[in-house]
Structures are given as structure tokens and as C-alpha cells.
């Protein structure tokens, strides 16, 4: 299979989750999709924009983007990042099923004369590599199974909440209890854990910013982690990955504990299981929690 | 909190709520709340608000604007869609939540406007305008600071170590921050929504 998906990285690609860029390509190339970059996209505003900006102004930043892929081409959109694919499907959703939100932000992006009239199709990379590559293509691609890890499938909360379905009818998951990440586990030949804090969630952008009010929340997560004797959680979402990672220490010294778990994307698993480089495709080296037991099965 | 229940002897002003269905993205399904409590009970961060979203949701029917707009339920909200998921009549909780959260803000009630995650969303919009990009750095930088001199250093030393540890795993940059090449043309449809944003708030 060969497809072209038009690329939305968003910021986090170029910070704090840069090692889930690098895999995500790597994978790519392993699988048959050709990611084209959205030309000199912008910020989606995440979960924060709205607050001090409003509906328009933060439905005019996804709809900038959306107009240049739809300018570039009618590839579906995709994007890796939780709040980038809410943000972005929604927008998307607003402008193709309301006249009056299509033409308010039609009139701002006629500033830079641009326009965007709600034809594409937004997904998350995940529910692409469920539908459209399929397990098979993954599994075959697999050429260094990592047998005997233990991997908790941590899928967070945004990545599938609000979307159950796809715009097509495909098959996606339930926001309750998702499979797609054990199975993406299990296409690395490794375990998949029954793990209990599949969909908590971890606080998001309020535990960036006001750490003392969710660090019970990352703390039952750990728990749980813990219970399932996992040795490393996987995750889609690049802002679970940061917090669940660097918070660990003052976790620890609030609750007296000693989590010391390393948490790692997806796609890094992937990447390592197709017989990638550890650090130059999978990233591996860019934890604050060195992720030992990946490590030890990379190529 | 008892004490700021509606009651059936009270007269009930309905002026807000009509305002919340025809203002508020999402507001118009509000009305469809059935009182169930599954957002509340959904909410990971529910016992941190002064109501949860169903006592919200009564609180605007029954006309209690100042109760309503005053509370940090708002601000408190993590942005799980928990409740936008779960909800059996479709509310689109979370989203109402968030245009309220934005109104308050707007009118100056304090809970909403010195809120962490105001003083956050006000550093966040300065480096995406800005730069077309959030910059972790200058957005957290600026963040702490907005609590003055003295606590922004504060805040700053304590993150020191996370800070450190991101640059060393190459999360993290020290050159200037990343940007638009078109920066000018973005903040140019910005300024256009926000005149939009402006006719829909008066």
C-alpha cells in the first residue's frame, strides 16, 4: 500500500515530543505512507487557546491550516498529537456543518487571501494505521519481535474521546476501552499488560501549569502501572508522555513512592521491532527516564 | 454549598440561560440536560470545582449569572471530553464549559481571570500570535513571571531540574524559537477573528 496523508506535526513535533516525530516517520517509511508536510502551518491553540482569544480567533488558527492543505491537495489531514487532532477535527467539523461559522472564518482567512470550505477529512494517525495500513502490514513489517516485554497501553484521554467513529463509518474504537494500542503492542511481538488506567487522564495542559492539582491523577496512573507489572507504558499523546515522565520525581516526593517507570510512544516500540536504529530512528535517547528495557532489544 | 441551590419558591430569571443557548458553543443543547450527573460523575477533577457541570447547568437555568460566572469550575476543567463523550442527550459539556470560562474572562471575574490556567492561556495566545508556534520556554517563562518578580523566579528554580533534563534529551532548544515564515500573515487573520469574536460578544 502507498498513500499520501497530509502532514500536521503541531508544536510539540519540534519540543517536547520530538522523539514521537522522528519514529512517526520512521514507521511511515517502513509502511507505505508519504507524509506531506502542511506548508508553514501554525499552533491549534491546543487546550488553552479559547480562554483568552475566543471561538473564532482559535477556529482561525486550525482553519489557516486547513487551508493550505487543502490548497496543497485532497489528502486527509493527519496528525499524531491529541489536542492538534481535536482542535483540528473539530474546526474542521464546525466549518463544513455550519454556514455562519464556514463564513465568519472564511472572512478572516480572506485577510491572507486564503479561504477553506470544509472538504477534507481530519484523522488521528492512529486510527490511519488501524484502518488503512492494518495490523497484517504492521506485523509483516516486524522483523525484531520484542519478546518478553511487558508494555502497559496508556491511551490517555483525547486521542479518542470525542471521536468513537470516523468520518467514514470505519472502524475506530470505544473511548472507554479502546484495544487498538495493545494491538499495536502485540504487533511488536511483545506483551500487552492488562493495565486499568487505559483512558485516565493525566491532567493535560493543567498539569503543566498547576502540577499540585494532577498529581494525583499521574499518581494512579503509576499505581496502576505498577499493579500491571508492566516494565515500560506506551502512549500516543505527546503531552501524556512529558508529564507522566517528568513528574515522576515530585510525584515521589509528594507520596513517598518510587516510580522510576520510563514511558515511551508507540511508535518507538515500532520502530525498534522493525529493526530500526534506537536512537537515530526510534529516538530512544531522548527520555528522562531511559527506557532500559527497550533499549536492550534495539538492533 | 447547599445555600446557593435554586429553590422551587425562587422566581427564575431565564434571561441567562436563553443567552447561554443562543451565545455559547454548544449552549443550544444545554437545554436538553436531563439532570443526570454523569458529567459530574465522570469528572476526573470534579471534587476541585465549587460545581460540578450538572449543578452548573442548573445554576444558568435558574438565572444565577454572578454564582455561575464567579465559580473556578471553569477554569478548573482538564479537557478529558469525558463528559463529552458520556453525556446520553449530547451536551456538549466541556465545550460549554470552555465559551463560559472565555465569557468570564471577559466580564473580569476573578476566579476565571487570575486563574492558573488564565494567566497560562495569556502566555500561550502572546507566542502562537507571535510566532505561529508555542515556544515551551517563553510561554512557561512568561507564565511564571505573570505572578510577579519574586514567585516567577521562585517557580522558575523549582523547574529547574525538568528544564534541564528536557535539554539534555534534546526536548528542548536553546537557539530563538521557532516560527512561522508567514507570522505577519497569521497574526493579520487574527486580528480579523478577533473583531469577529468582538460583534458576537456585544
Known amino acids: 500500500m502507498t498513500k499520501t496523508l497530509s502532514y500536521y506535526p503541531g508544536c510539540s513535533s519540534q519540543a517536547t515530543g520530538v522523539h514521537l516525530d522522528t519514529s512517526l516517520k520512521a514507521v511511515m517509511s517502513k509502511v507505505g505512507i508519504t507524509f506531506r508536510e502542511i506548508d508553514d502551518w501554525n499552533c491549534c491553540g491546543a487546550s488553552v487557546g479559547h480562554i483568552c482569544s475566543g471561538h473564532v480567533p482559535t477556529l482561525a488558527l486550525s482553519g489557516r491550516n486547513l487551508a493550505a492543505a487543502r490548497a496543497a491537495g485532497p489528502e486527509d489531514v493527519v496528525t499524531p498529537c491529541a489536542a492538534c487532532y481535536l482542535n483540528t477535527h473539530h474546526t474542521n467539523e464546525e466549518i463544513r456543518d455550519k454556514p455562519e461559522v464556514k463564513a465568519e472564518v472564511n472572512e478572516a482567512l480572506a485577510e491572507a487571501g486564503k479561504s477553506y470550505d470544509g472538504s477534507l477529512h481530519v484523522r488521528h494517525i492512529c486510527e490511519v494505521l488501524v484502518n488503512d495500513v492494518r495490523m497484517d502490514t504492521l506485523k509483516s513489517a516486524v522483523t525484531n519481535p520484542l519478546t518478553g516485554l511487558k508494555v502497559a497501553g496508556w491511551v490517555g484521554c483525547q486521542t479518542v474521546r470525542p471521536f468513537a467513529a470516523t468520518e467514514r463509518g470505519g472502524k475506530w474504537e470505544t473511548y472507554d476501552d479502546p484495544s487498538f494500542l495493545d494491538d499495536f503492542t502485540k504487533a511488536c511481538g511483545a506483551e500487552a499488560v492488562p493495565f486499568k488506567g487505559k483512558t485516565k487522564c493525566c491532567g493535560g495542559s493543567v498539569a503543566v501549569i498547576s502540577p499540585d492539582k494532577t498529581l494525583h491523577l499521574m499518581k494512579d496512573i503509576l499505581d496502576e502501572v505498577k499493579a500491571s507489572g508492566a516494565d515500560v507504558v506506551s502512549t500516543p499523546c505527546p503531552l501524556c508522555q512529558t508529564n507522566l515522565e517528568m513528574y515522576q520525581p515530585a510525584i515521589n516526593q509528594q507520596f513517598g513512592t518510587d516510580f522510576n517507570i520510563p514511558v515511551v510512544f508507540y511508535s518507538q516500540l515500532l520502530a525498534v521491532a522493525m529493526g530500526m536504529d534506537a536512537k537515530a530512528d526510534a529516538g530512544l535517547h531522548q527520555h528522562l527516564i531511559p527506557p532500559d528495557a527497550v533499549l536492550s532489544r534495539a538492533k | ?202
Open chain 2, 1 to 202: 454549598m447547599n445555600a446557593l441551590s435554586p429553590t422551587p419558591t425562587k422566581k427564575y430569571d431565564l434571561s441567562f440561560a436563553r443567552w447561554v443557548y443562543r451565545n455559547v458553543d454548544g449552549g443550544d443543547r444545554l437545554a436538553l440536560c436531563m439532570q443526570c450527573g454523569t458529567c459530574s460523575g465522570s469528572c476526573p477533577i470534579g471534587a476541585q470545582m465549587d460545581f460540578g457541570p450538572r449543578k452548573l447547568f442548573m445554576m444558568i437555568r435558574a438565572g444565577m449569572k454572578e454564582e455561575v460566572l464567579s465559580s473556578n469550575s471553569m477554569a478548573a476543567c482538564v479537557s478529558c471530553y469525558n463528559c463529552v463523550v458520556r453525556c446520553p442527550r449530547k451536551v456538549p459539556v466541556k465545550y460549554i464549559l470552555q465559551s463560559l470560562f472565555t465569557v468570564a474572562v471577559r466580564e473580569g471575574y476573578a476566579q476565571s481571570v487570575d486563574s492558573d490556567n488564565a494567566r497560562f492561556a495569556r502566555a500561550f495566545w502572546w507566542s502562537a500570535a507571535k510566532f505561529g508556534r508555542t515556544d515551551e520556554r517563553l510561554v512557561t517563562a512568561r507564565f511564571y513571571f505573570s505572578y510577579g518578580l519574586s514567585a516567577g523566579f521562585k517557580k522558575s528554580m523549582a523547574n529547574l531540574a525538568i528544564a534541564k533534563g528536557m535539554v539534555k534529551a534534546k526536548r528542548m532548544h536553546l537557539g530563538l524559537p521557532h516560527t512561522c515564515k508567514n507570522a505577519g500573515e497569521l497574526r493579520k487573520i487574527l486580528a480579523k477573528a478577533a473583531e469577529i469574536e468582538a460583534r458576537h460578544a456585544t
